[in-house]
T-cell receptor
């Protein structure tokens, strides 16, 4: 089983709609969790950390479920500029990346 | 402030040839990483340095890959000889103190390798 698993999609989302996706991780001792954003042919950049209590950053909401070992990302009121690949990252002594969820926001 | 600088941005070589990539991390960042990203996949760690010491190289294919960070600043990743399956983007990243805790890796733009 892979350390971090994501459904690559693509997730085709109408502009203004809400999209959500999950990421599962295998190591129950994982310490911290993050979402990165990667634009096409660009380097990954940190989007947000994921806290146990859940956290929001504008239109983005991240949740952590330790019991079921998954984290989620929800994007509200999708913009065309949200089109990117969202990489789930888990820290269990080293940062392990998922393969990403590709989001395509459609006008 | 300058970000992580990598060169070359693109490299095309024939199989069995050697290739080297160079990375200069953000000034003051002691931790340096080399990742490999295949098409449609997330980055996979090859090696992590704390200053000049390689503290995690368990996923580096040591038969053909080597890396060095002699003075604890810039780093070189070498492949010799290259194989077709080495075609990928090689990403360098760096973090300052507490980097793994806050999860913020600063990546360079990457070196895209094509092996023919």
């Amino acid at each position: 089983r892979k350390e971090v698993e994501q459904d690559p999609g693509p997730f085709n989302v109408p502009e203004g709609a809400t999209v959500a996706f999950n990421c599962t991780y295998s190591n129950s001792a994982s310490q911290s969790f993050f979402w990165y954003r990667q634009d096409c042919r660009k380097e990954p950049k940190l989007l947000m950390s994921v806290y146990s209590s859940g956290n929001e950053d504008g239109r983005f909401t991240a949740q952590l479920n330790r019991a079921s070992q998954y984290i989620s990302l929800l994007i509200r009121d999708s913009k065309l500029s949200d089109s990117a690949t969202y990489l789930c990252v888990v820290n269990s002594g080293r940062l392990a990346f998922g393969k990403g969820n590709q989001v395509v926001v459609i006008p | 402030e300058a970000g992580v600088v990598q060169s070359p941005r693109y490299k095309i070589i024939e199989k069995k040839q050697p290739v080297a990539f160079w990375c200069n991390p953000i000034s003051g960042h002691n931790t340096l990483y080399w990742y490999r990203q295949n098409l449609g996949q997330g980055p996979e760690l090859l090696i992590r340095y704390e200053n000049e010491e390689a503290v995690d190289d368990s996923q580096l294919p040591k038969d053909r890959f080597s890396a060095e960070r002699l003075k604890g600043v810039d780093s070189t990743l070498k492949i010799q000889p290259a194989e077709l399956g080495d075609s990928a983007v090689y990403l360098c990243a760096s973090t300052g103190p507490g980097g793994l805790f806050n999860g913020e890796l600063f990546f360079g733009e990457g070196s895209r390798l094509t092996v023919l």
